[in-house]
C-alpha cells in the first residue's frame, strides 16, 4: 500500500519569503515538529544532486536518513528523495502565489513501503498527515509572527 499524504497552507506572506525560508534545509529543525538536526553531505549551496543527512523520531522510533535534491524551481517547487530505508520516501514542497503578500504551501510526502512497513503504512499516513499539519502551522505562526522584524520582545526578521 502507497502513502500519499497532502497538505497545505496558506501563509500571510510573500512566495519569496516562504520558499526561502522552507526551502532552507537548515531552518527544518525550527519548523518541522519531528526533525532534531540536519547535516550537509555536499557543499551548499542547494542544487539538484544535493544531499541532506537528516535526523528525526517519529512514531516513537529515532530515524536517520538521506534526502537527495532531484528537483529544484526556487520560488515554485523544492522534490527530495530517499531510497534507503524499509520506507523510500518522496517530499515535494510548492509554493504557490495568493495575491502579493500570501502565499500557499502544499507538502507531499509519498513512498511505498517494505516489509513490515506495509502492515504499518495507514498508522503511518495518518501520523504523517497530524505531523504535517503541525508542521505548517509551526511554519506559519513563525512566518506571520517574524514578518514585521522585531517586536517589543525581539525576534528577527527572515530575509
Not at 497552507?9 to 515538529?33: E, H, L, M, Q, S
Not at 553531505?41 to 537528516?54: D, E, H, I, K, N
Request: with cysteine; net charge positive.
Amino acid at each position: 500500500m502507497a502513502v500519499d499524504v497532502v497538505t497545505e497552507i496558506v501563509i500571510d506572506r510573500p512566495v519569496a519569503d516562504v520558499a526561502a525560508y522552507a526551502g532552507d534545509p537548515g531552518n527544518a529543525p525550527t519548523w518541522y515538529v519531528n526533525i532534531e538536526s540536519v547535516e550537509w553531505r555536499t557543499p551548499p549551496p542547494l542544487r539538484v544532486g544535493s544531499r541532506l543527512a537528516f535526523v528525526a523520531h517519529f512514531l516513537g522510533r529515532r530515524l536517520a536518513y538521506t534526502y537527495e535534491i532531484v528537483e529544484l524551481v526556487p520560488g515554485e517547487r523544492l522534490v527530495m528523495r530517499t531510497a534507503q530505508g524499509p520506507f523510500p520516501m518522496e517530499t515535494t514542497y510548492r509554493w504557490e502565489p495568493q495575491g502579493p503578500a500570501r502565499t500557499r504551501m502544499t507538502m507531499c510526502n509519498r513512498g511505498e513501503p517494505r516489509g513490515f512497513a506495509t502492515v504499518t503504512a495507514p498508522v503511518m499516513a495518518a501520523a504523517m498527515r497530524r505531523a504535517n499539519r503541525k508542521d505548517l502551522a509551526r511554519l506559519k505562526a513563525l512566518l506571520e509572527r517574524e514578518r514585521g522584524g522585531p517586536g517589543p520582545g525581539g525576534g528577527r526578521t527572515i530575509a
